[in-house]
């Protein structure tokens, strides 16, 4: 008896605390709660040294490695959640383009300035230290450098679905657009610093501020991750190939 009294108790309780919330976003958040640990454990590149350290061209192959936990992580799993947890279609999560012709307009502005972006990148210490990720010299066959790059933007393809597609979705109901872009900034930059044990250089942690306010608001006024998964794909890209050319 006293049992059911206490399940009855605990039963009503959480049906009080969640009278008026929002169940997609509650959902959101304890998805990318665990999704977010998961991928900051198993898809760093030192989990992948210790796993796997056997491995023929190591140096390369973790890279890859944690490329594609983003793409699986954030993407493929993300997919899976969004329509069999929250039973939503994935289109109503960034997966359209709601605006074409602006996110055509924004994408070709976005290119010189990202190249811009990446060529200030050679004047940072921290920067030329880091990228590009894998070393161009080394790896300079045409294979190493296409499965490099499509890795990179099957990377690009996780990060905006899980921050500029469902979180920013999930969000903007419950915290209005300025809460969501501001609650997926903050997330996102937080992964960009040290805390999530990637160890990013602090200007690109800084930088990450801005590109998510910005990339939060071109995917809310296009309703879509394509433009802002373009331009992330561009900052890099420039990023790796002025590094190696320059520094």
């Given at each position: 008896m006293?049992d ?20 997609v ?32 061209n ?55 300035i ?18 590009p ?77 801005p ?34 050319l320059?520094?």
């Open positions: 006293e059911k009294s206490l399940k009855s108790k605990i039963h009503n309780e959480w049906k009080n605390i969640n009278q008026n919330s929002d169940r976003f509650n959902l959101a958040l304890i998805f990318v709660c665990i999704i977010l640990f998961v991928y900051c454990y198993l898809g760093s590149f030192s989990f992948f040294e210790k796993a796997f350290y056997n491995v023929v190591l140096q390369y192959v973790k890279i890859i490695y944690h490329n594609m936990m983003s793409f699986v992580l954030f993407f493929v799993i993300g997919l899976i959640y969004t329509k069999f947890v929250i039973k939503s279609n994935p289109s109503d999560f960034g997966l359209k383009l709601e605006n074409k012709k602006l996110g055509i307009i924004l994408v070709l502005i976005a290119i010189p990202c190249a811009l972006c990446g060529l200030s990148c050679v004047l940072d210490e921290g920067m030329k230290a880091t990228y990720l894998i070393d161009f010299n080394i790896y300079s066959s045409w294979y190493f450098i296409v499965a490099y790059f499509t890795s990179y933007f099957l990377y690009y393809i996780g990060w905006e679905y899980l921050f500029r597609g469902l979180l920013l979705n999930s969000s903007e109901k419950k915290l209005g657009a300025v809460g969501a872009i501001l609650l997926s900034t903050l997330i996102s930059a937080l992964i960009h610093t040290s805390i999530a044990g990637f160890g990013k250089p602090m200007i690109e942690t800084l930088s990450a501020i590109a998510g306010l910005i990339f939060g608001y071109i995917a809310h006024k296009t309703k879509s991750i394509y433009p802002t998964l373009l331009i992330h794909f561009f900052v890099g890209f420039f990023t790796d190939l002025f590094i190696f320059i520094a």
